[in-house]
Every structure is written in structure tokens, then in C-alpha cells.
């Protein structure tokens, strides 16, 4: 057993993220473990690009109120405890409402040194939308 010390919080890769978006590294998993997580801080506003994981993604609302959609349509409105999980190949977004912060963890597992594919920015206009077809 080993205590790991957080690594600085930095800020997110622009080409990545819409808004202010903040990553603190909290675990890199050495082989055989796959698995790495963050916290994940999102001003108001914010957003990830569309992107999907090998793998899926499991997502946990530590602050805030957040989304996380789908392309084809299905919205969550995810609040502090509320924990979302994205299958592996599921294209999707994740961020911050207009009016809060959200911060959660982000736990997803490498395969062969890949974690994401990255897409495009998520449009204001299907921002705007989700807001309207959030369920929870």
C-alpha cells in the first residue's frame, strides 16, 4: 500500500473543452491496472467536445449541476452523488449548467495506452437544447 500525493490541478486542453475546465490528476494506474481518474472542475458553461472511450466512462457528481448527453438526444441532469455511467463506443459530452459550477470524477480505463477519442466542440445551439430534454 502506497499513499499517492494529488498531482497539480492544471487547465484542460482548450482543443478539448468549451469554457474553463480544470483537471486534478488523482490516479494513473500501473500495469496490470487500466484505470485512471480525475476531478474534474467545470465553470459555468463548460463543456468536454463530443468523445467517446474504449471502454466506457463512469462519471461522479461531487458539486453542482451538470449534463451529460448523448448523441442520439438522451440528456442527464446530474447532481452531487449522482453517479452516470457511458458504455464503451458511446459518443457523448459532459459539462457544467449555465448557472453552476460542476465538478466530478471522471474514471475510465486505458486500452493499449488509449483512453478517448476526441471529436468536435459541442454547438451552443445542442448546449442550449439539452437544457430542455435533461431527465433525471
Known sequence: MKLNKPAPTTKAPAGRFT??????????????????????????????????????????????TGLVAT?????ILMR????????????HW???????????LAMVEHEDGHSATWLEPVSDADYAAAHTRATR
Open 71 to 75: 448523441r442520439d438526444g438522451t440528456v
Open 94 to 104: 459532459h459539462g457544467a449548467t449555465p448557472g453552476s459550477l460542476m465538478s466530478h
Open 19 to 64: 469554457g474553463d475546465v480544470y483537471l486534478s490528476p488523482l490516479h494513473t494506474g500501473e500495469a496490470p491496472s487500466r484505470l485512471t481518474a480525475a476531478l474534474v472542475h467545470f465553470t459555468p458553461g463548460a463543456r468536454t467536445n463530443w468523445h467517446s472511450h474504449p471502454l466506457g466512462q463512469t462519471l461522479h457528481c461531487t458539486e453542482g
Open 80 to 91: 452531487p452523488g449522482d453517479t452516470v455511467h457511458t458504455p464503451p463506443g458511446e459518443e
